[in-house]
């Protein structure tokens, strides 16, 4: 699609002030998981750029697995949280960080973490690069954070609008 093609978004979060926070992230992470072997699973679809960028500012030995899960329909959560493509290696007894784009209602996270405790892992903690606490169904602890949103639909940077905008490199804002 050329660009001109595109909806029109409005730059929320750009480009350097991503990089930015995600170094930070990266040496916090570090830091904090020095001595142990670390498993980094990504939430797919919309961690993947995120993802991307956080392994590579992690100074760390680390194993990475995704996991698919489908929850949204258009712009708004169906509630409903559907394993569309499993881990590929047992996390059983390992030190898991989970990296997710957006926590919204918190309902896809607080699934995957009781799905993941079932697997036994030493432990769990979260990475999301937005969350919006004012839109927060059930409250998630999460130990990495990015960005503290509003109550507004985001796209790029990973984050789609039906299946498009991923591929924006920053956080923005479609305008309507
Ligand atoms: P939750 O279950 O916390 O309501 O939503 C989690 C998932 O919904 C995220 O992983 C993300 O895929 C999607 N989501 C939530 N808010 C937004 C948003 O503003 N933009 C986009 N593109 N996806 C969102």
């Known amino acids: 699609m050329s660009s001109d093609l595109r909806p029109k978004v409005d730059v929320l979060i750009g480009e350097a002030d991503l990089s930015a926070r995600v170094a930070q992230l990266g040496a916090e992470i570090t830091r904090d998981y020095a001595g142990k072997p670390l498993v980094v699973i990504g939430v797919l679809k919309g961690s993947f750029v995120f993802l991307a960028d956080l392994v590579r500012a992690i100074d760390l030995p680390m194993a990475v697995d995704f996991i ?24 059983e007894g390992k030190d898991v960080l989970l990296v997710e784009d957006i926590v919204d209602t918190g309902l896809t996270m607080k699934y995957l973490l009781a799905n993941l405790a079932t697997r036994r892992p ?14 927060a169904q059930v409250k998630i602890p999460i130990d990495y954070r990015g960005f503290v949103i509003g109550d507004e639909f985001v796209v790029g940077y990973g984050l789609d609008w039906d299946g498009k905008l991923r591929n924006l490199p920053f956080v923005g804002v479609p305008r309507t």
């Open 68 to 91: 698919g899960i489908s929850s949204y329909q258009g712009t708004r959560t169906s509630g409903v949280v559907q394993i569309t493509s499993d881990l590929t290696r047992p996390i």
């Open 122 to 135: 030493a432990s769990v903690k979260i990475a999301a690069l937005l969350e919006k606490p004012s839109r």
